[in-house]
């Protein structure tokens, strides 16, 4: 896991299959996930009509739930897709948006984790926390304060009470399977990347959708860390590049699309996570 090189064979897999990836999503960032899938070599497919359902999860290679502009249709959409996800053994990726903002959103996050459906679920801190019963540290839809220490066992907690992959994202990531952490984070920090990152909209959003993408050629744990490093360093070569928001928006998908094992393992380094009792 650590030396990486596994990140390499499935971003080549991710291009060499182009991989359906569904998305139920946001009307926000609907644009930006699908450009942000297509740079990556994947194929989006933005549908949350349920008419579209039966014919749409089972030619799927993943589906992401995006529950950031949430309604009664959206909802029974998104259920929809899960349940018939799990009768065609599609892996789902949740995006629990805006969870603990409102009783409306914690409650569908909840509702579809309870489905069982669900392989892997990534969300910032505040909604990470939702999830667990901590509520009241999302602001609208943004992250709430990052505590590191507890984001590590937050998303053990989470993986563990679910039976699912669980990753939180911050300035320092975290991902679990209920009995292993992991740190995902840059190997040193950018104060350009630190300027831009709060003045974009959805960016987690395409985290969750590429994690999608490698959730269609690996398996979960392996996806959401592959995805998570890969937008780690996007990121990071897009805001060197360009530190101004609309011009960095454009160099996401820029290096998205030249992105190579190589280029993320210079940047990104990830670690075993050993929690103590108190922590976990």
Known sequence: MHNMTWIDDTLRMVRKKR???????NFVVMNTTANALLALGASPIMSHSVEDLEDLVPVADAVVVN?????????????????????????????PVGAGATRLRTRAALMLLN??????????????????????????VEAAAYESVKAAGLVLEVASRYSTI???????????????????????????LEQVIGRVTGLG???????????????????????????????????????????????????LYKIDGESIRSVVKVSSVELSQREA
């Open 19 to 25: 991989p359906l990836v569904h998305n139920i999503t």
């Open 166 to 192: 669980a990753g939180v994202t911050g300035p320092v990531d975290y991902v679990s399977d209920g009995r292993r952490v992991f740190s995902v984070e840059l190997k040193k920090s950018s104060q350009k």
């Open 115 to 140: 489905s069982g459906g669900i392989s892997v679920v990534r969300g910032n801190f505040g909604e990470m926390s939702a999830l667990v019963g901590e509520y009241g540290r999302t602001k609208g």
């Open 67 to 95: 529950i950031g502009t949430l309604d009664e249709y959206f909802t029974y959409s998104m259920l929809k897709a899960v349940q018939l996800a799990k009768v065609y053994k599609k892996p789902v990726v949740l995006d």
């Open 205 to 255: 959003c395409i985290v969750s959708a590429i994690i999608g993408a490698f959730l269609a050629v690996e398996e979960p744990l392996k996806a959401c860390i592959a995805g998570i490093a890969t937008f780690k360093a996007v990121s990071l070569y897009a805001a060197e590049e360009s530190p101004y928001p609309g011009s960095f928006h454009v160099k996401l998908y820029d290096w």
